[in-house]
């Protein structure tokens, strides 16, 4: 789970559903469903994150892909590829366009949006890495 906004929470997990709720009723606002190819969520989401600003979410989970959704046109905006499944996925306060991943490769990985590449894959720790 993560907040966007005060008025927004994202959910999702074993059943590759990515769900945008509304905090003040409750309701689910949106759904990205995975089995419809054009929201790509990945199987057995294991991580989310967004930004407080943006129109953004990125998922990451048992397909080893990390994906940047855009959440007003439900389009995978891009996606990143790990050697295993990515469980830990941060974005940085300071730098929109700057998000992080930890997979069970034990590599941190730092994405650069504006060029859809890797700037940065490091080694981890001995065992998975998480994020508080």
């Known amino acids: 789970m993560c907040f966007f906004r005060r008025e927004k929470v994202y959910s999702a997990g074993n059943d590759s559903l990515l769900c945008v709720h509304d905090v003040v009723t409750r309701d689910p606002i949106l759904r990205f469903k995975a089995e419809e190819p054009i929201y790509n969520v990945a199987t057995n989401v294991r991580a989310l994150a967004s930004l407080s ?49 930890a997979s069970e490769d034990r590599k941190v990985r730092l994405h650069d949006l504006r060029s859809n590449e890797d700037m940065i894959a490091v080694e981890g720790s001995e065992d998975h890495l998480s994020h508080p």
């Open 53 to 101: 600003l943006r129109e953004k979410v990125y998922s990451a989970g048992n397909d080893s892909l990390l994906c940047v959704h855009d959440v007003v046109t439900r389009d995978p905006i891009l996606r990143f590829k790990a050697e295993e499944p990515i469980y830990n996925v941060a974005t940085n306060p300071r730098d929109d366009a700057v998000i992080m991943s």
